[in-house]
């Protein structure tokens, strides 16, 4: 890897942490419209879908190697 690119990873990877995700944009979007006792649950369900997904993928991709 060059430096340019190297540097246009850099930049991508500073984007992408300071800007937020679908999940935060929509529990945000919900407590405001809806309180936040009503986006409680979808909060809560995010980090738990992601994990599934993770551990979902995971489990295919050892069982085809």
Do not use: C, D, K
């Amino acid at each position: 890897m060059n430096w340019q690119e190297f540097t246009a990873l850099l930049v991508l990877a500073t984007a992408m942490r300071f800007t937020p995700g679908p999940n935060t944009t929509l529990s945000t979007a919900l407590a405001a419209n809806h309180g936040l006792r009503r986006a409680l649950p979808l909060a809560y369900a995010v980090p738990v879908g992601w994990g599934a997904g993770v551990l979902a993928v995971t489990a295919i991709w050892v069982l085809l190697i």
